[in-house]
């Protein structure tokens, strides 16, 4: 079974980059390609939510956007989690299950005993 969260779909850092960036100042695509040293084309990839984000993009977009590296890529694995979620059907899989073993507590106190 495959859920859907279509309320939940974190925006993808493209998405966000147009909306709280390019739009409101009217920066172009290739304004802001130019100022993160990529080509128009990644640019377009990146806004349209074709291509994620880098560590390495995510460290230019902090230096020329704002907001802290970490988190672009937070933005970025919280859409990646849940576009595998919508696509990946879990029902198959099974916890692994591990043996029993005594806490690091109850060997202090068997050793203690002695």
Do not use: C
């Not at 779909?9 to 100022?35: Q, S, W």
């Not at 128009?40 to 704002?66: C, D, F, H, Q, Y």
């Not at 937070?74 to 591990?98: G, I, P, T, V």
């Not at 073993?101 to 106190?109: D, I, V, W, Y």
């Amino acid at each position: 079974m495959i859920r859907s969260f279509k309320h939940n779909n974190p925006m993808h850092p493209g998405a966000f980059i147009k909306r709280v960036y390019l739009e409101p100042f009217d920066i172009g695509a290739k304004e802001l390609a130019d100022k993160l040293q990529i080509s128009e084309s990644m640019m377009s990839r990146i806004i349209n939510g074709k291509g994620g984000l880098t560590p390495a993009m995510a460290l230019k977009l902090s230096k020329v956007l704002g907001r802290s590296p970490e988190s672009w890529l937070l933005m970025q694995d919280n859409h990646n989690l849940w576009a595998a979620r919508q696509e990946l059907d879990l029902s198959a899989f099974k916890a692994l299950e591990f043996a029993q073993t005594p806490s690091f507590s109850q060997e202090l106190r068997q050793k203690k005993a002695f």
